[in-house]
């Protein structure tokens, strides 16, 4: 399965970003989908995720109510809206697959995740 992140860019405090992760080479339907992110000096961490039907949903508490995460299966991409965007949101965004949809009890769990994408930069001036 390969993982292809996209859609970063540097935008200013208060500023919209979307993201897109698009899948390929295995079946979608099958993987619950993560976001994590990982500022310089810091360790990876936890954003968001969805379920493989795209049901159920969590959200670290720091971007609760402003991301928003979504997947479209027809064309096998996730997607995480970001408002509100602050400087702390600066960081590597990387997309995440599990391939066991058994597995949601792991989505905060990096380790638990089988395939990951490339990254993308987001940077927000303040």
């Known amino acids: 399965v390969q993982l292809q992140a996209s859609g970063g860019g540097l935008v200013q405090a208060g500023d919209s970003l979307r993201l897109s992760c698009a899948a390929s080479?295995?079946?979608?339907?099958?993987?619950?989908m993560g976001w994590f992110r990982q500022a310089p000096g810091k360790e990876r961490e936890f954003v968001a995720a969805i379920s493989w039907s795209g049901g159920t949903t969590d959200y670290a508490d720091s971007v609760k109510g402003r991301f928003t995460i979504s997947r479209d299966n027809a064309k096998n991409v996730v997607y995480v809206q970001m408002n509100s965007l602050k400087p702390e949101d600066t960081a590597v965004y990387y997309c995440a697959a599990e391939k066991d949809r058994r597995k949601w009890y792991g989505r905060r769990i990096q380790y638990e995740y089988d395939y990951w994408g490339q990254g993308t930069q987001v940077t927000v001036s303040s």
């Open positions: 080479g295995g079946t979608f339907t099958n993987y619950n």
